[in-house]
């Protein structure tokens, strides 16, 4: 079973046909993260090359997994319509957003951005996205049948409850570093990824 860090494994390639020294990003995909140590936080999860560009995805972790109680479906999913519109909308990051959607374990979103900025430097970004959330009044965004998927699953009072909660973990210094654990392998010898 391989163990990784969070390092990242840069490897420098000669590509002769072009005449000169490449360097081929050859970045460890993800790392396993050990659920019984996460607090809520803002973390990397891993960091993709597209072409030359850096896109990092990061995890907007709003519970603590397996111990509190996790998002609603329907809160969750008003949440992803209420973030997802500030996100796209944001004057300072919108260009930058690539995805924004839940986690299958309802306990926090991910967000994909281009670059590879620091957990921390998304926290400004995050503080007016929850707070938006947060002080939400009206019609959830898109939540209709011609732009939803499943235009009654919504809950904008719980999701409002959980924006303020996890806007209070963003405004007083959100937890930033993963514990790192082994990463498993399947039966038949897959590597398991969680993202
Ligand atoms: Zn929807």
């Not at 329907?74 to 957003?97: C, G, Q, S, Y």
Request: charged share 25%; with cysteine.
């Amino acid at each position: 079973m391989a163990y990784y860090d969070h390092s990242f494994l840069w490897s420098f390639v000669p590509k002769s046909e072009r005449g000169g020294m490449v360097i081929i990003m050859d970045l460890i995909p993800s790392f396993q993260v050990d659920h019984t140590k996460i607090v809520p936080g803002i973390y990397e999860s891993r960091v993709d090359t597209v072409e030359k560009d850096f896109v990092t995805t990061f995890d907007i972790r709003m519970k603590t997994p397996n111990v509190e109680p996790v998002i609603h479906p329907n809160a969750m999913h008003t949440i992803e319509h209420i973030v997802a519109t500030f996100l796209r909308n944001d004057e300072e990051w919108k260009d930058r957003i690539v995805y924004w959607g839940p986690m299958g374990c309802l306990t926090g979103c991910y967000l994909i951005v281009k670059g590879r900025p620091k957990p921390n430097e998304l926290t400004p970004l995050l503080i007016r996205a929850f707070r938006f959330c947060a002080e939400y009044e009206g019609e959830v965004p898109g939540a209709t049948p011609i732009n939803c998927g499943n235009y009654l699953l919504h809950d904008l009072n719980m999701a409002k409850y959980e924006a303020k909660r996890y806007l209070e973990i963003l405004e007083n210094s959100p937890c930033y570093t993963y514990p790192i654990a082994n990463r498993i392998e399947t039966e038949k010898g897959q590597v398991f990824f969680d993202s």
